[in-house]
């Protein structure tokens, strides 16, 4: 997915935000799994930057759980309040480094995820890297959790 907005937060702390939409966003006919989450990641970041957040909504289990780069915690209400308070937007969120494992009905994410924009009249860059559990519902993937660790090397 063409991932992620970023909102900077009262704290400081640079919070990625991301979700991704239901059935009709997950992939074409003969797309394996792999190729299904990876154009999810895509598009949840697409989501984010265009403050969609019926289509994240869609994108979230009910138990989802965020741990965000500065070690704090959201659920699924926070991770959509988040999107929709943004009030600062990336120049780019590029992903890559893509790896996707599938076990069934689950599915586990590595990706990084390079970000740059303007804050506090600064130009920022921050490269993230993310590990997204996905489960298999009613024949569409869901995130269960989400995870960033912020990397300056």
Do not use: P
């Amino acid at each position: 997915m063409t991932q992620r907005l970023i909102t900077w937060v009262s704290t400081g702390a640079l919070v990625l935000v991301f979700a991704v939409s239901g059935r009709a966003q997950q992939g074409s006919a003969g797309d394996s799994d792999q190729q299904i989450i990876i154009k999810l990641e895509q598009g949840w970041n697409d989501a984010v930057l265009r403050k969609d957040t019926a289509f994240i909504d869609r994108l979230l289990a009910d138990e989802f759980v965020a741990t965000y780069d500065d070690g704090s915690r959201g659920d699924r209400k926070r991770e959509l309040s988040l999107i929709a308070e943004a009030t600062q937007q990336a120049d780019s969120a590029v992903q890559d480094e893509f790896v996707v494992k599938v076990y069934r009905d689950a599915a586990v994410v590595w990706f990084t995820l390079k970000l740059a924009g303007t804050r506090d009249g600064q130009h920022a860059e921050v490269t993230l890297h993310y590990t997204d559990v996905w489960v298999m519902r009613d024949g569409r993937w869901q995130c269960v959790s989400s995870q960033n660790t912020r990397f300056d090397g």
